[in-house]
């Protein structure tokens, strides 16, 4: 009896092997035409910015379900962010953020917003932040039905890992259910991940799938946060096919750029952007963003310096559409503390895999923080320059004034672990694991830290009292039994 059923499952594997063993990764569909004036792109889905308000930009760094709490608790104060226009009445921070760029844990928080605005409140909480997304992923990994379709090569984990998504958190809508959000107000979606082939950022939009010649429109919001949060090891790239019919030609500036040959970052990414029109360039293989920009400002600091991104912030402020230009970072970076130099014996395989993944992301982390804010003190400098100048000229009569080319005030506030007060906090946030799994009160903690965070903001209390001069934050105050909670009693409790 037990020889026979053996045989059974033995024929029963072989069959399911057969039948179910092609599975395949869902294809993104090719460009039947190109139209720049379709398809998901920033002037699709957002009216030209108006002067008369801010231009808000968000960006969404990785960290698993630790980012994903931690930018929804700044939606949730700046749900609560008002300020009095100059016609007198009141208006809703929220309403003028025009684009969120989010990478691994952060594009849950970002794409589920986009896609779910009205409901974003009051379900994303249950749908993924309070749930065990790991466990579930395991479970599935685990499943024999899987365990069978992971044996076709064109079928992987991270094709798994999407279906989950799909199934719980995301539905079946696609980037084309986001362009018809547009009438709701919603800000545009960049979704980043990587092109492990040529190591560069590559986003999901209409712009980035115009090079590769393929339609955006069909393909699932899931997948693209499945590419976005795609961590090595965990998980084998996403594959993204790649044609060449009813392709455009190249944006301008790519030529430009190639033909300069000045080696520079704009020839870098000129290159790596007149890659995908290789005629042996077939696939595009994606892991984490994280891996080349892990907080989401690549994006918006090429949109902010130069007019080469397609969804340039810098061509807006140039046509004089941009009064003032804030960007709010979410970094939910950890430094766990180590202590490998207080003993003879080295780290094991997983200290150094973690040191060799993050350490390099920090690194580009950081600069990206740095270049967004040195930029910002430039401008502004500039700004200053001019006016000092046109002060000295106005001492003589027949000197002309220098045109001011600065017409856009510029605020930058990154909410952080390291910009917290409480060093007990402090550390208990640094030290939080990366992954889709996080006790509820740490949910709720890393809610009520990123509002703190964002009203303590001394930059953003002042780019908000240049909106509205009356302006003042509120009190935000974290609970110390929550704290002592999910961090354990402080050693000085008085020193919070």
Known sequence: MRILNLCWVFLLSVFFLFTFGCAHYPVNPPLSSHDPNAGYRYKVVRDAPAPDRPFVLLAFSGGGTRAAAFSFGLMEELRQVEYQTRDGSKRKLLDD?????????????????????????????????????????????????????????????????????????????TFGDLINNRDRGVPFLVLNATDIGINHRFEFTQDQFDLVCSDLSDVSVARAVAASSNFPVAFAPLTVNAYKDSCGALPDWINLALRSRMHDRRYADAVASASYRDPESKFVHLLDGGLSDNLGLR?????????????????????????????????????????WNEKSKPPGIDAVLDVVMNGPMDDVSFDSVENVANHFNYMEQLARTVDACNHKLGQCPEARPIPQPIVTDFTFAELSFDRIDDPHLRRCLQELPTSFKLPRQTVDLLRVSAARLLMTSESFKTGMQGLDPEWTPREVQIDPQLVDAVCGAADNPEGR
Do not use: C, H
């Open 97 to 173: 953020v025009e684009i969120i760029s989010s990478v691994s844990g952060g594009s849950f928080t970002s794409a589920y917003y986009a896609l779910y605005p009205d409901e974003f409140y009051t379900t994303f909480p249950d749908k993924f932040l309070y749930r065990n997304i790991q466990g579930q992923l395991v479970a599935r990994l685990f499943n024999p039905y899987n365990l069978i379709r992971l044996a076709s090569p064109e079928f992987s984990r991270i094709d798994m890992a999407e279906e989950l998504y799909r199934d719980e958190i995301f539905g079946d809508k």
């Open 299 to 339: 994006g918006p600091l090429l949109a902010i310096t130069t007019t080469d991104s397609p969804w340039s912030i810098l061509q807006y402020a140039n046509l004089q559409q941009l009064d003032r230009l804030m960007v709010i970072a979410v970094n939910a970076k950890t430094s766990k503390k180590k202590d």
